[in-house]
């Protein structure tokens, strides 16, 4: 596609639900980055992919959170059994790489995601 | 660990003037990428400009400017010429050099409205 897409656009769930959050990445882009926007806040790194290697989770702040890509491409965040401290936007972004850092990260629109 | 500080949470400025952005990071690394993105109120997180640290040349992108300082570790924003446009978040990050992992490191931002 053109840009990085997400979705759903806004999430609005119950305390202990699970969620699922979805990342469609720019056609070719072989790295992928989730983020956490708290209200007022920066961006929080989560978690980090490239390629086939395996992911870097060092940002996930508890086990309830995971994340998957498959085939390379779309990627799944999910919070199981949420809480309200898990209220926020969470951005995917991501970019070409050729084993150079620096490049520029494309960001997607962000899910809002409120747990009631 | 790096850190990113933007000490304006917010701002204003009246249409066709000037405003400046402050932002200071601390790093032990020689090598590094710092940027600015905008955040408007669609969330969509877009790049505004980049400057690589070993290059002494400030960028500029059209009415984008920064002032780098490297010795001092602080890298400002100046917009000229202010557009109602340009109201948005705009937050500082910084990325690491080296190796193929490179996620951005965000300041809190820094809230700008620019006035009619």
Redesign the interface.
Known sequence: GAGVSQSPSNKVTEKGKDVELRCDPISGHT?L?W?RQSL??????LI?F?GNSAP?KS?LPSDRFSAERTGGSVSTLTIQRTQQEDSA?Y?C?SFR?S????????????T?LLVL | AQT?TQSQPEMSVQEAETVTLSCTYDTSENNY?L?W?KQPP??????VI?Q?AYKQQNATENRFSVNFQKAAKSFSLKISDSQLGDTAMY?C?F???????????????TKLSVKP
């Open positions: 790295a980055y983020y007022g806040q920066g961006l929080e790194f980090y490239q870097d940002g936007v951005l972004a790489t084993g150079r850092t620096g490049e520029t990260q494309y960001f997607g629109p962000g809002r | 990113v990428y940027f993105y669609s969330r969509q997180m877009i790049l980049r690589e937050f990050a990325m690491n050099y080296g190796g193929s992992q490179g996620n951005l490191i965000f300041g809190k931002g």
